[in-house]
């Protein structure tokens, strides 16, 4: 059973279209994650709330916006997709707020199909 | 920079055979080391981790050991089942930075 819980589990939409990605963790964690897999690769970091700030990989491009309403929630609003956006996002949690402990605990993912 | 290199799949097993797969890292520091398992179709589970040299992590009969001298996390398993088939991930984190991983090992084990 994962504590990490993301909505919705399928997700498909057009490049007009704006959705978010939702989840939420239920172990106390103060560090939240998101990532995005592609096939038969690693997950890549795409966006990191900490110490209530956020961290961004610059290499991910703005039509992704993360949103941390409090620090058991974690959004991703999409907009403007391209097809190659395509991919499972995974949300992650880890204890951090110097209750340390790095190893990560991740949702079942969101898989995601831009058309 | 730091990084992490597991052996490239995939790794083809029968019913009950062991099981190595071998992660080597490079990094400043002592990070903690991690591997992460995903099944078809899931997102990543822990499956064990260490946070320092000579620590033995287990869970579920895998087991590995955090080698300083060889910066190595080698994953081992003593009689592998079908359900092990999957992807397995190794995986550093250094002072609370994001998780670095390696490019993933697929596991087939038939009956």
Same mark, same amino acid.
């Given at each position: 059973d994962t504590e990490v819980t993301q909505t919705p589990k399928h997700l498909v939409m057009g490049m007009t279209n704006k959705k978010s990605l939702k989840c939420e963790q239920?172990?106390?964690?103060r560090a939240m994650y998101w990532y995005k897999q592609k096939a038969k690769k690693p997950p890549e970091l795409m966006f990191v709330y900490s110490y209530e700030k956020l961290s961004i990989n610059? /290499?991910?491009? /703005?039509?992704f916006s993360p949103e941390c309403p409090n620090s058991s929630l974690l959004n991703l609003h999409l907009h403007?997709? +391209?097809?190659?956006?395509s991919a499972l996002y995974l949300c992650a949690s880890s204890q951090d707020s +110097?209750?340390?402990?790095?190893e990560q605990y991740f949702g079942p993912g969101t898989r995601l199909t831009v058309t | 920079g730091n990084s992490v290199t597991q052996m490239e799949g995939p790794v083809t097993l029968s019913e009950e055979a062991f099981l190595t797969i071998n992660c080597t890292y490079t990094a400043t520091g002592y990070p903690s080391l991690f591997w992460y398992v995903q099944y078809p179709g899931e997102g990543l589970q822990l499956l064990l981790k260490a946070t320092k040299a000579d620590d033995k992590g287990s869970n579920k009969g895998f087991e590995a050991t955090y080698r300083k001298e060889t910066t190595s996390f080698h994953l081992e398993k003593g009689s592998v089942q079908v359900s092990d088939s999957a992807v397995y991930f190794c995986a550093l984190s250094q002072a609370g930075t994001a998780l670095i991983f390696g490019k993933g090992t697929t596991l087939s084990v038939s009956s």
């Open positions: 239920h172990m106390g964690h610059e /290499s991910v491009p /703005s039509r403007a997709l +391209q097809p190659e956006d +110097q209750g340390r402990r790095y | -």
